[in-house]
């Protein structure tokens, strides 16, 4: 009998900073019947545009010509027509881009693992709201890096503590980036004011360092005024794209399709090209028949034809959540009342965990959310939770919350 | 005016072990009209099941129901009825897998990637031949690690003088695990012997590391018998994929098409456990619509269909190489007989550089190959190249491998 290698020596030091999701192990709980979903916050599968994508991909498998393209590898920065299309779409947006400026990404969470990778040695401080996504911190963590707060809305701290705070463990650490999304925010759905944004690249200029704007869900804003994106901003600060000091993460999934896998980053070349050789050192490059199908599904207003529908179909969900929290919930609940995107963020009495009541909600109200504390990377938020509206039709939503707002009496 | 930010001291310092594929640099040259490419050695696009992945699209898309799935997130671990068809492949290669053991990755490349990111911490040692697969390399480099060189057919290196290596330079540092490619290899197209391979185990073995076993070209045998997987070998010694320290990497990019981006790992579920939250972490999943088209082009003999042809199509390109090469290339320069795969290693005269041949190559030959140098970790090889047979038709292959001859004389 041979004894088992025994793995854990062999692992990385950086090997202790992953753990599994939260969230990834709670879907699976969603396979049992009977249960409204609140967790996930994935896009509903009826808005996928199904006919267009097939003709797509008979077209890109056409003629031997397309095919030659379609089915080989390519080149680490992506389809040339996409990267174009994205560079136009950038400028809609204010920010005057070039392809140059444009990576094709497995989805924005590749984005988010090569910031990391580009930008983090051991013991370096990323700069994150609390919450914050939790796809970035775990993204980020595998690079091992301090987190410090940044509270963009309000903050009596200065740069300065910013940069001593780095130090103090590590010497020689730096404070690396800031990381926000300051649309519809995955896990609060709250949207930074234009004085807050300026405020943040106010803070990052002092510190000289970037700042990387995960614009996830800015495309689903159901009412209000849209607020310029931070790159925008950044770009008419500076002048320019080239000296922009904003890293803007892009994606289709929320309004087109996840199973694509398709994000982008828009940066400097400077950034753009470092990435480049990480892309393709990991992957190589994102499916090329997968760019060529997202391609034809975008132009020609494609994608503005997406978003309209999408708008239209997740607003009446919302608002069906917030009126049953508004009309069910019992004082001492508080929640968030976002213009778009797909989640409100609820924060119940001090003393109540999201842990306990989502065990409570499966098996008494059949009702699944994800509880807020894994969001937050100093561990706190225990008594907070995360509800997406994005699956359920909006009955399922008011009687789910009506059953969850029983167990808070 | 505002200065662009100074990127140069927010990168990691992993990122000065980031450089450029000279290969990827060398394919924009090959845009040139005219010119025969010896060099890529990506797959011949003849050979893509056009027509069958059309209908494979078209069945992902033609319900709802399967829509849903298709265009949807999904686990990391990889889509169930292929991670099942892989494990049932690997059984019939002499590895008892199950579902358990695989998980899909976006090609072999991000297989390299995640391995790097789970075994290495900067210093540790890397065991590679010399030369060794450049993307591996670029791959593992992200992570800092030393190398050092493992001579499989033939070495007087004891065990201990490896593990004496890793740790002279970088106290604690550890030998981490072995690298090879052992059938066909990227860039030699030589094969390990079975004694080779045993002689490998017996090495990782007393060193307590596991082995990379990169099977990217296996399939593509063209005379000869099979020998048996080092992973083969290693569960006939230990008696169970669950305890074997050989992690397979499979990929059907050789055998299908590349463009679909989908690779495996057959490991132990401990190390298939780790990866997979590095999956979760990096990029979430591969398109799920892309792994059920890769499901339906293999399954009922698909793929041993894909590869009957490709066996046929391939080999009278590497007869027409290894025949020209013998009838034209002067005394003094010698080259492998690859059994299978995509290249020959030609190693020239001592004193002429592969480099100065390609740029010759280029301007007086209209031919395109790799310098070899760059497959190497310690910066020798000068006077090597690699030669793809994959793309050229027989008669353009002789006419190249004739004009590089003169250059030659």
């Not at 991909?57 to 056409?62: G, H, K, V």
């Not at 940069?163 to 609060?188: C, H, R, S, W």
């Not at 894994?374 to 939503?397: C, E, Q, V, W």
Request: aromatic fraction near 8%; include cysteine; hydrophobic fraction near 45%.
């Amino acid at each position: 009998m041979i004894a088992a290698p025994g793995w854990q020596p062999m692992y990385a030091r950086r090997a202790d900073h992953m753990k599994a999701s939260e969230i990834r192990e709670l879907l699976k709980l969603l396979e049992r019947p009977g249960i409204t979903s609140f967790a996930g916050g994935i896009p509903d599968p009826e808005l996928f545009p199904a006919a267009a994508a097939a003709q797509a991909y008979r077209d890109a498998l056409a003629t031997q010509a397309s095919v030659s393209v379609a089915l080989q590898y390519s080149v680490s920065e992506g389809y040339g027509p996409l990267r174009h299309w994205i560079a136009d779409h950038m400028a809609t947006h204010g920010v005057q881009a070039s392809a140059d400026n444009i990576l094709i990404t497995s989805g924005s969470q590749q984005a988010l693992d090569f910031l990391g990778k580009l930008l983090l040695t051991p013991g370096d401080t990323v700069l994150v709201t609390t919450p914050s996504y939790l796809g970035a911190l775990q993204a980020f963590s595998a690079y091992e890096p301090r987190y410090d707060t940044i509270c963009p809305e309000q903050s009596n701290r200065t740069p300065a503590s910013y940069a001593d705070g780095a130090g103090k463990e590590t010497p020689g650490a730096l404070v690396k980036f800031a990381y926000v999304v300051p649309d519809f925010a995955n896990p609060t759905g709250e949207t930074l004011s234009q004085v807050a944004r300026n405020r943040l690249l106010d803070l990052v200029s002092e510190l000289d360092v970037p700042v990387v704007e995960d614009s996830a869900h800015s495309a689903l804003r159901f009412e209000g005024n849209d607020v310029p994106s931070l790159q925008a901003l950044d770009v008419g600060r500076c002048g320019s794209i080239d000296r922009a000091r904003v890293i803007y993460l892009g994606t289709f999934s929320k309004t087109v399709a996840p199973g694509l896998r398709i994000g982008w980053i828009c940066a400097s070349p400077a950034i753009i090209g470092r990435l480049v050789l990480i892309k393709q050192a990991s992957d190589l490059n994102v499916s090329v028949i997968n760019q060529m199908v997202m391609h034809k599904l975008i132009e020609k207003g494609g994608h503005a034809d997406l978003i309209v529908q999408a708008r239209a179909h997740y607003r009446p969900k919302r608002d069906a959540m917030l009126q049953s929290l508004s009309n069910e919930v019992p004082s001492g609940v508080t929640w968030t009342k976002p213009e778009g995107g797909l989640f409100v963020w609820v924060t119940l009495p001090e003393a109540v965990s999201g842990y306990w009541l989502l065990s409570r909600a499966i098996e008494e109200a059949k009702v699944a959310f994800v509880p807020g504390r894994a969001f937050f990377h100093d561990g706190s938020g225990a008594n907070t939770m995360r509800l997406s509206y994005s699956l359920p039709k909006p009955a399922m939503i008011e009687a789910g919350i009506s059953r969850i707002a029983t167990l808070l009496r």
